[in-house]
């Protein structure tokens, strides 16, 4: 083989063996940006799992202490404070005539 023949054959490998490690190279640094990504998402998803549970724990005692409220043992000795008076013969009415509104 000439000279001029093996010198473009390492430069033809020399080229390629470049092109290859640019290639892995740029690849690698993909590869830990995807992975750095994926790893923060991942936490923020946690922290957010974890508000979730929390928020869900706070709604549920605020139920109960609605419910709890609203209960009757709650609101009787507070209807007692306020001196209402108390009803014994309620009268409804009926209309004799069924009536019908026009428009």
């Given at each position: 083989m000439n000279k001029k023949s093996q010198s473009k054959k390492v430069s033809y490998w020399r080229t390629i063996n470049t092109f290859l490690s640019i290639t892995c190279?740029?690849?690698?640094?993909?590869?830990?940006?995807?992975?750095?990504?994926?790893?923060?998402?991942?936490?923020?998803?946690?922290?957010?799992?974890?508000?979730?549970?929390?928020?869900?724990?706070?709604?549920?005692?605020?139920?109960?202490?609605?419910l709890t409220l609203q209960s009757y043992t709650t609101l009787s000795p507070r209807l007692q404070d306020l001196n209402m008076v108390v009803v014994d013969d309620v009268a409804y009415l009926s209309p004799q005539i069924p009536a019908l509104a026009k428009k």
């Open positions: 190279l740029v690849f690698g640094i993909l590869y830990l940006i995807g992975m750095n990504d994926l790893t923060v998402k991942g936490f923020v998803l946690n922290d957010l799992k974890s508000q979730v549970s929390m928020l869900s724990e706070e709604h549920q005692d605020l139920q109960t202490r609605s």
